[in-house]
Each structure stands twice: as C-alpha cells, then as structure tokens.
C-alpha cells in the first residue's frame, strides 16, 4: 500500500505578528496569504481542509478555489488554546512560566489553557478522518502534534523543528490503529 499524502501547511504572516496567538481569531495579511497560495500551488491534493480560523481558512478557500474543491473547516486543526497567555506578547509572559511550559507543555499548560496531550488528541482524530491526497491549513503547533501523533516525534525535539509562516510539511500515512506516518518533505 502506498499511504496517503497529507500537505500540512502552516498559515501566513498576521496583524498578531509578537504575540502568542492560539484561539485568538488574527487576521492574515495579504501577503501571508500570497505565500501560502504560491506555497500550496502544483500540489496534487483531492481535498483541502483547514482550521476554522481565518489566518488559516482564508488561504484554504482560495487555494481550493483555484482547484476546483470545496475547503473543508474543522476546528480541530486549530492552534494550542493558550488561555490567559493568547493575544500576549511574548515578553510579557512570565519567564519562568513560559519556560516550563516550552519544557513540558502536558504538565505546564497556560494558565486557562489546553493541554499537549488535547491537541494531540484533537489532530489525531482529524487525521484519522483523512482518505486522499489532502492540504491541511493549520497552525505550527496541530503541525507539530501531527509529528507526535504519526512519527511518535516528542518534547524536546519537536521544538526543535523550524515551521516558520507557510512552511509546508508533506506526510504520507497509513490507515490503520493508531495511523503511522513517515516524513517525505519539510519546505519552510
């Protein structure tokens, strides 16, 4: 079996640009959206989906306009809730707080936040539902629990994998319980 291919495709740049946004709703900027269009063009997809917010929905609907396709929202492909801390800059988080949350962020999760293992749990049923050759507009952190969930990739070294504004990370998975996934391409 050949699995299936799986873009996931970060949002562009935001009005939100040095803040900490998760549930937060930024608007993207015309050019966040020209680089996730140029980013997501040539990509041989049968689907696109995207979170529900519109940093990452806007590029969605017009990537898969150009394509002939109805974008799919769900919200489960939306960034880590980062509770009291979303819509801060992140020099004005406390130090010591962000720091044990950037260290472990199962057991030190924002004040009112979301816990990793919720969004990992989240992604993972988003991608089980998954059949065809799909473009995912999301955020860097569903990206990073899709790692976690497909290549079994954990805290530390998830951090350690650059997903800037647009970085398009190509997966192919297999169906089965629980899903694997192998890396075939990381363009950032």
Same mark, same amino acid.
């Given at each position: ?26 608007? @993207? ?8 269009? !140029? ?6 997809? +049968? ?9 990452? *929905?806007?590029? /969605? ?9 109805? !974008? ?26 962000? /720091?044990?949350?950037?260290? +472990? @962020?199962?057991?030190?999760? @924002? ?9 990992? +749990? *989240? ?11 799909? &473009? ?7 990206? *990073? /629990? ?7 990739? +954990? ?8 997903? @800037? ?5 190509? &997966? *192919?998975?297999? #169906?089965?319980? #629980? ?10």
């Amino acid at each position: 079996m050949s699995g299936i291919l799986v873009h996931l495709l970060r949002h562009g740049a935001t009005e939100a640009e040095g803040r900490l946004i998760g549930r937060t709703d930024a608007q @993207p900027l015309a050019a966040g959206v020209a680089a996730c269009i !140029a980013r997501g063009a040539g990509l041989a997809v +049968d689907a696109v989906q995207s979170s529900d917010l519109a940093r990452a *929905r806007v590029p /969605a609907q017009q990537i898969a306009g150009e394509l002939a396709l109805a !974008a799919l929202q769900d919200a489960r492909w939306r960034e880590l809730d980062f509770g009291d801390w979303d819509g801060m800059a992140l020099d004005a988080i406390d130090a010591t707080a962000l /720091a044990a949350f950037q260290a +472990d @962020p199962a057991r030190h999760l @924002p004040p009112g936040g979301e816990a990793w293992p919720a969004l990992v +749990d *989240r992604v993972t049923a988003a991608l089980a539902t998954i059949d065809r050759p799909t &473009l995912v507009l999301t955020h860097a952190g569903a990206m *990073r /629990a899709a790692l976690a969930s497909l290549c079994a990739i +954990d805290f530390p070294q998830l951090w350690n994998i650059a997903l @800037p504004h647009a970085a398009l990370l190509s &997966l *192919r998975i297999w #169906p089965g319980t #629980p899903r694997i996934g192998q890396i075939i391409g990381l363009l950032t």
